[in-house]
DNA sequence: TTGTAAGCGTTATCAC
DNA sequence: GTGATAACGCTTACAA
């Protein structure tokens, strides 16, 4: 096979005997538009394609001031929930022209502002980030910057920075309606990062489904400090071991979910026989746990599409960017976890 | 905040009073090799600061012929296998000052075809793919141009494409040579892709452990034609059926394992009681099954690490392109799903 | 110690 | 219908 390293699209014309301008037109679809003789359009697809001529994106993008790339920051590209999120973004986006730039911030507030920096360093077209804790400095700058920016999954409450996420108050308050209804009161909630805006609302979302049906809350039975299986062992293994116990938990994550079960495999304990487990966040092996899970399942292939959408509404109309604020709907999918232990109970 | 959007180091330089070259020479840490007063540097960095100067890393691209950018393409980002060695490329890739480009073949051959050539018009330095089939013409087209490429996971026999993969055949006959001791001795073997590397070199491992122990092969026993957890559950169900039924059953992936589980639950059948259960590759949730999966763990930090290692190494020595050979030590994961069932057995 | 200018590979403007 | 050429933002000889 020939070195085609160095053949640019000077190198083509000149094999072609012809001008640049013509090899140019031709290539990038606008030899109607020139009026090129149809031989000519033939001899230079012919030529670019025998001699494996490939366009050189950088200095296209240089010129024409666009890079066809979206830049995609998220906390942990190895968590299934947040690796689903970006193969939808990654297929929305390639599927318009867009390629992606993936950077994990690994948790870490000042990685992700260098890698915001990285990101226009290389002159992405858009970014669409998970951020990692609440500080949003970096990204109202970014909003600010006129590049276009979208929040998935956490959101910033008080600023108007675009954002697509789930509707986790209404979930979580359909998780616990949905114990309460199966004749669960002692509910725990073992929750994830205190003060991030989706922990919020889904604490909101449990405490509101017990008040509503007069369920008196229980400090004691609300714990927990991260969305890590750690904490979802530690904490059920405290739960475990009160007086009486919970009859169900609520695990505000799927990894907090695993820690439970591993506690409860650890005490011997069988679910539902024992407790009730429900969890936020459905995942593919949810349904093949050995005791099918009860999970509120969130939206990841449309949160990535509506990101993308976004980006590419923003990139159209060049300079007013809108704002967006979508909050998807959840859904409950029942399964074997939950056990009615009320009156009504078969 | 001040519009930086067309800040570049000519309007930088016009700021600061200084040439381009002065600019460029003490924001890229040549200060020193040019003797540019400490004074000049000093506002001059100030300067980028103040204004947030960002490089163009397009132009500085176009420039060196390099583009500090990696290309990754694999069949599946939403794959936490997958998920997980695509983290490790990144966190490597970043850590030596490379961003990625991150593609998802979707297991489509001829869009696989079409990223290479995407990501080459991307200018990457060098690109770490996990290709979808057994066709390797254009990976090797790709091999002889130059740029650095290396396979992961699957491999070609017979070529000398440089390769990053798991010893598939040590994993799988020590996965079955468990079994054996632990007194099994009718045990099945549910396969993935038939013609794939690591589907031919674990069937083999499967059958030489079993003839190690002279126990016959018996071609029922070994089915199935994908790594899905269809698939699992599928051919599950079919052995389920079969008189005497397998007393264990070898799962070549994960998702297969999934399958497998749920077939089990929907015979009532318990793990280990029922039947013994061991799984190629290692999941965060392998241990929280609610009978804890006996696994193949591979070592996909190291695949990651190891295939950003060897572009680096090719990115090192322009030109002469050595290749690589490695097979990755797996390690068995003894949990509760295999039963002893031998004469030994407590 | 700093400045000038060519050139990386494209596309677009103007000319013929 | 086709061709020359400037320009995108940067780095780096070569000058001074």
Redesign the pocket.
Known sequence: MRDTA?L???ELARNL??????V?RV??GKARA????EE?QQRVKKAADELNYV??RL??S????KSDTIGLIIPDIGNPYFAEIAKSIESQARQKGYSIILCDSGDDISAEEELLMLLMSHKVDGIIIAPVGTEQKHIVNTFHSALPIVIIDRIFPGSNLPFITSDNYQGAFDAVNHLILNGHKRIACIQGIGNSQPNIDRVKGYKDALKASNIKIDKKLLAGDSFTKDNGYKQAIRLFAMTPPPTAIFALSNLIALGILGAANDCNLNIPEDFSLIAFDEQPYSEYLSTPMTTINQQKDEMGRQAVDYIMACIGNKGKIATVSVKLKTNLIPRRSVKNIGLNAL
Do not use: E, F, G, M
């Open positions: 160095k640019n699209i000077k005997d012809l001008s640049v301008s013509t140019s290539l990038n020139y009026r090129i003789s000519t366009p050189n200095a296209r240089l010129k024409l001031d």
